[in-house]
């Protein structure tokens, strides 16, 4: 499918202006996009991701026209954001994890209903968009309660129906899932999933918890210091950066680690041993075969690396 969102040399600038004595200033230039590109593909989940001042944020606000670039060129579904922001934002849903675009004092309800006039959408079109999200994300209960009564996980629910109340084809989430519990984000993700799956939302998320990409996206984007550094599947991510997996065998009885070449024992905890292995020395199965030569299993689980991880040691790397 054709991509709906492009970036192409992307740059922005800021001009930063430091006190240097007590009457002079000095004028710093900062980029924080530079020379960014990339494509997103319609109807497809994108993890884009980076530390705090990495440029992430500053990339979303030039794809929903807050900002300009200092040069490049971007389109969101054909547009130029930043000229033509009043046809764009018909067409995107933007969440931002800590700022709201609910009225704090107003029903739940009534914020619904003052989005229908800001966005146009006919009554009986808004009328079975609002019935068919409060089911899905289960707003029945407090949507007469003022915005400000609620509870974090209520509210980010009404957040994620108001971006989505005039159907667009794109959806921008930065943090969508900070402060949540458990159980919250979990009911988040599944709608976040549902969502793409059956109306083919493109999806573009910017998010500190990992675990958001790795259940969502189907690609990751890393920027760092306002270039991107990766772009990849998670799992290629994954493949790179860590080639090490986990096997965890239950042994019929307690035994002494286990010696098998190209795998070493990292742990042991009663007949329950860990084995770390390269996947440039063993598969999954093949590891198998060689324990199960030495001491008959129970039991057995495969554990992948933690994109957590895998993310940090990205970031540690020196800069090339």
């Known amino acids: 499918m054709g991509a709906v969102i492009e970036l ?28 960014v590109s990339f494509e997103i593909p319609a109807g497809s989940m994108c993890g884009y991701i980076g530390p705090n001042g990495a440029g992430k944020s500053t990339t979303i606000k030039m794809l929903i026209g807050i900002l300009v670039p200092s040069g490049g060129r971007v389109t969101v579904d054909g547009r130029d954001p930043s000229r033509d922001r009043t046809a764009v934002a018909r067409r995107i849903g933007v969440v931002f994890g800590q700022r709201t675009q609910l009225w704090w004092d107003l029903p739940l309800r009534d914020s ?23 089911e899905l994300l289960e707003m029945g209960d407090f949507l007469a309660t003022p915005v400000r009564q609620l509870s974090l996980g209520q509210r980010m629910r009404g957040e994620l129906a108001a971006a989505l109340l005039h159907d667009p084809a794109i959806l921008f989430l930065d943090e969508p899932t900070i402060g949540l519990d458990i159980v919250s984000k979990e009911a988040v993700r599944g709608f976040l999933a549902r969502t793409n799956r059956e109306r083919g939302t493109t999806v573009l998320l910017t998010t500190h918890d990992l675990v958001d990409v790795e259940r969502l996206c189907d690609r990751l984007l890393i920027i760092d210091h306002g270039r991107v550094i ?3 599947t998670v799992e290629a ?4 950066y860590s080639g090490e997996r986990t096997l965890v065998v239950d042994l019929e009885v307690p035994g002494e680690p286990l010696e098998v070449p190209g795998a070493r024992v990292t742990k042991v905890d009663g007949p329950r041993q860990w084995l770390r292995f390269h996947r440039d020395h063993h598969t999954a199965s093949s590891l198998l075969a060689e324990v199960t030569a030495q001491a008959p299993v129970r039991d057995i689980a495969l554990e992948e ?7 940090r040691r990205i970031y540690s790397r020196p800069p090339a």
């Open 112 to 134: 619904f209903a003052l989005l229908r006039h800001v966005y146009r959408v006919p009554a009986a079109e808004h009328a079975t968009r609002q019935a068919e999200l409060v």
């Open 230 to 232: 990766e772009d990849a």
């Open 237 to 240: 991510v994954k493949d790179r």
């Open 8 to 35: 192409d040399h992307v740059e922005k600038t800021f001009v930063v202006r430091r006190r240097a004595g007590r009457l002079r200033r000095t004028r710093t230039e900062v980029r924080a996009v530079d020379d």
């Open 305 to 311: 690396p933690a994109i957590e991880d895998i993310v």
